[in-house]
T-cell receptor, first 111, second 116 residues
Framework: AQSVTQPDIHITVSEGASLELRCNYS??????LFWYVQSPGQGLQLLLKYFSGDTLVQGIKGFEAEFKRSQSSFNLRKPSVHWSDAAEYFCAASNDYKLSFGAGTTVTVRA | SAVISQKPSRDICQRGTSLTIQCQVD?????MFWYRQQPGQSLTLIAT?????????ESGFVIDKFPISRPNLTFSTLTVSNMSPEDSSIYLC?????????????FGPGTRLTVT
């Protein structure tokens, strides 16, 4: 069965520190991959996407993600976290038009 | 990306009643999607709505419970019928991206529904 796994339910990081959120997928073929962010009380905002080509993808708000086929992973990173990055982050995958979402990772930023 | 609005933003409803949620997009889009996000959970696709055809429902969701309309290329509604407390969720609509890729989706702000 196709699935997306985010192993970390909750991550706490200090402001200014680096952040990495893990995402693994299980699909027959390499799916298209996405990261979304959901701030409290808000809808989902697309951070970045990977369809093909360069495996290091740049997104909005200073985020980047690296696709690793050998590890079936698409991890999200940010070099220096801001307090406004506190939110829920969802990894998603698709090999048709349907998105499958991971369970999400809640990021808390401490001062 | 498209600008998507939803009405209402939140509502508290009594069990046994129905609520219709509206989704409006500022540009014409081919596909619109409805998702449910139960408390503390991830998103689950309810159905896909294309203009001019009946909605396509995912496993576990039926038209009698979640009727959907798609009268034109910028608007859709989702009705949650005969509600029970288990229907308390955030309901989000999304649209396919301007690139034409249906899986590059943009989301509305969501409708937070509480059923008492």
């Amino acid at each position: 069965a196709q699935s997306v796994t985010q192993p970390d339910i909750h991550i706490t990081v200090s402001e200014g520190a680096s952040l990495e959120l893990r995402c693994n997928y299980s699909y027959g073929a390499t799916p298209y991959l996405f990261w979304y962010v959901q701030s409290p009380g808000q809808g989902l905002q697309l951070l970045l996407k990977y369809f093909s080509g360069d495996t290091l993808v740049q997104g909005i708000k200073g985020f980047e993600a690296e696709f690793k086929r050998s590890q079936s992973s698409f991890n999200l990173r940010k070099p220096s976290v801001h307090w406004s990055d506190a939110a829920e982050y969802f990894c998603a995958a698709s090999n048709d038009y349907k998105l499958s979402f991971g369970a999400g990772t809640t990021v808390t930023v401490r001062a | 990306s498209a600008v998507i609005s939803q009405k209402p933003s939140r509502d508290i409803c009594q069990r046994g009643t129905s609520l219709t949620i509206q989704c409006q997009v500022d540009s014409q889009v081919t596909m619109m999607f409805w998702y449910r996000q139960q408390p503390g959970q991830s998103l689950t696709l309810i159905a896909t709505a294309n203009q001019g055809s009946e909605a396509t429902y995912e496993s576990g969701f039926v038209i009698d419970k979640f009727p959907i309309s798609r009268p034109n290329l910028t608007f859709s509604t989702l009705t949650v019928s005969n509600m029970s407390p288990e229907d308390s969720s955030i309901y989000l609509c999304s649209v396919d991206g301007v690139s034409g890729r249906a899986d590059e989706q943009y989301f509305g702000p969501g409708t937070r529904l509480t059923v008492t």
